[in-house]
């Protein structure tokens, strides 16, 4: 059973244009959500966070909108770039304290020049 | 270099074999956590150490264990191996003892049973 689930295991967007990747989850436990990049031969990189308490959170070109009563996330890149191209894993934990993360399979963001 | 070191890279053995895999956290992190990500799935939690204890167990088999040493490093040990516990296996860091801040990953090691 995944709790966290991203649909769309791959996306290509044009450069400059907007990139939105989506993340559904299922345990209405889950109060924190992060979002991490990841390259090919490296590890997760962590992106940007939000809690369950915001609706929004901003960090320069990266936003993440939560809609709790849908039970999704999403993550606005705003204007996609070259090197924005990897892996983006959205994760959940439940609570402060929590002591893991619960990931969901990815999708492959490609930006093209 | 996200400073949470991970050795070997890789690692190729055979069914029924014993491997260590080894990961020394980011300075000044106290807890340790390690993940598994087989072929298109997501990381998986198999468990987690702080300052030297056990914290938490996720999906871990029975044929797996880890330790957290005073140094703070930690050793993952998979024994019996099968041909499915091929993966990649990650281990991450951090200062406090939830995800709550999020955690610094190392590089991973590839595991590849024959």
Known sequence: ?113 | DSGVTQTPKHLITATGQRVTLRCSPRSGDLSVYWYQQSLDQGLQFLIQYYNGEERAKGNILERFSAQQFPDLHSELNLSSLELGDSALYFCASSVGEGAWSGYTFGSGTRLTVV
């Open chain 1, 1 to 113: 059973d995944q709790q966290v689930k991203q649909n769309s295991p791959s996306l290509s967007v044009q450069e400059g244009r907007i990139s939105i990747l989506n993340c559904d989850y299922t345990n209405s436990m889950f109060d924190y959500f992060l979002w991490y990049k990841k390259y090919p031969a490296e590890g997760p990189t962590f992106l940007i966070s939000i809690s369950s308490i915001k609706d929004k959170n901003e960090d320069g070109r990266f936003t993440v909108f939560l809609n709790k009563s849908a039970k999704h996330l999403s993550l606005h890149i705003v204007p996609s770039q070259p090197g924005d191209s990897a892996v983006y894993f959205c994760a959940a934990s439940a609570g402060a304290g929590s002591y893991q993360l619960t990931f969901g399979k990815g999708t492959k963001l490609s930006v093209i020049p």
